[in-house]
């Protein structure tokens, strides 16, 4: 029978195996939101000699069917009651199917550039489909695991605080196992090492929660016409949303820039491993910061704060020709910073809202917002390497098949922009919305 346990009231702190077993999720979630963005477009221009702006098309378009399944997903999981509990068999279910997905998503075919790219967008379709299934749930389970609102923002620090641990093994680790294996290879290799670590955490959160209250005994909606007709009449979500998926393309387009801005503004491979320590690292230290900073001012304070700190950062890459290493790598530590809080706020703002949702209408919006969230946040995050790709393409980027190939200065000039400029323009475009009430409950 379904376990009928009631969500914890206002006050209440939940048991440390329920948290920790909560944020090992985000080792499968950082894992595959880091590694795709990071290295599929190299992997796609530069060794299977794709033309940027055809590259960033395949990476775009898997996601963007993400966009229309994503909903589809949270509904099948708002009506699933099992005898393990609601939404924990897709836990482990789709992180398993995203594992075995992933390791053959760099394993495929490479002697013609055609057939090795319809490759990689029908592999990275599936590997979509099944991080769907993983995810949604994931981001639903907050507001069904707590009422109360300090504790969300505490069960988001520590999912965050895995998400930078997560980002920062697979960010760093896999180019380092890419490299040390070298050639198509190391891309293999690799994509077998991640999709250890995606198992890892969707074996974790699945275990962590098992004792963890579910879900409330609540009418789902059924129908399309539902689904739109939630999410127009809840503002707060979509506003929240908007911001976030507006952020989600900077953030995007920033992690699709780091290989290129090593290798062809800098000219050292070596630094990207800094670089993306200096981005990701700073998390595990100001988590405990902007926890006090939401206790204090608030969680949308805390969020349009983190905004400025990383649009800042970010402006600060644009230096990167004339600076030193050193001062760039002090500039990506900077967006490390606000990335931490551009992170945790939103998440930690999204389970207030539905949670009021609910309590307004009766009826279970977990899953049905989550998988709108996701859907959003996978669109924002796809459209960030397709968008860097097109600056690449503007800029004259000529891609390879593995080979060393010496850049035109548009092409420099176009990986700098496409770092510094476009990511702050995004982030910062998500301001106007969060001068909006959203709810805070």
Known sequence: MMNSAHVPAVGHRLPVRTRLGYALGSLSTGAFGTVPGLLLLPYLTDTLAVSASAAGLLVLLPKAWDVLFNPVAGRISDRTRTRIGPRR??????GVALAICFAGLFAGPTTSSTGAALYVAGMFL????AFAFFQVPYNALPAELTEDPTERTRLTAWRIAVLAIAILVSGAGAPAVRDAVGGTDGYRVMGVAVGVL??????GVFLGTARAPHTRVLPSVSSWGEV???I???RPFRWLLG???VQAVGIGTMLAGVDYLARVAIGDKGVQPLLFVAFVAPALLVMPVWQRVSARYGKRTGYVLATLVFAVGALGLLGTRVLPVGVV???AAVVGVGYAGVQVFPLAMLPDVISAEERRTGQIRAGLFAGVWTAGETLGLALGPALYGLVLAIGGYVSSAGEDVAQPAGAVTAVVLGIGLVPAVFVLAGLPLLRRRIVEV
């Open 126 to 129: 599936l590997c979509a489909t």
């Open 232 to 234: 127009r009449e809840c």
């Open 89 to 94: 068999p897709y836990l482990i279910g789709g």
């Open 198 to 203: 995606i198992v890892v955490g969707a074996v």
């Open 329 to 331: 790598i002090a500039c």
């Open 243 to 245: 911001a976030f998926v």
């Open 228 to 230: 739109v007709q939630a």
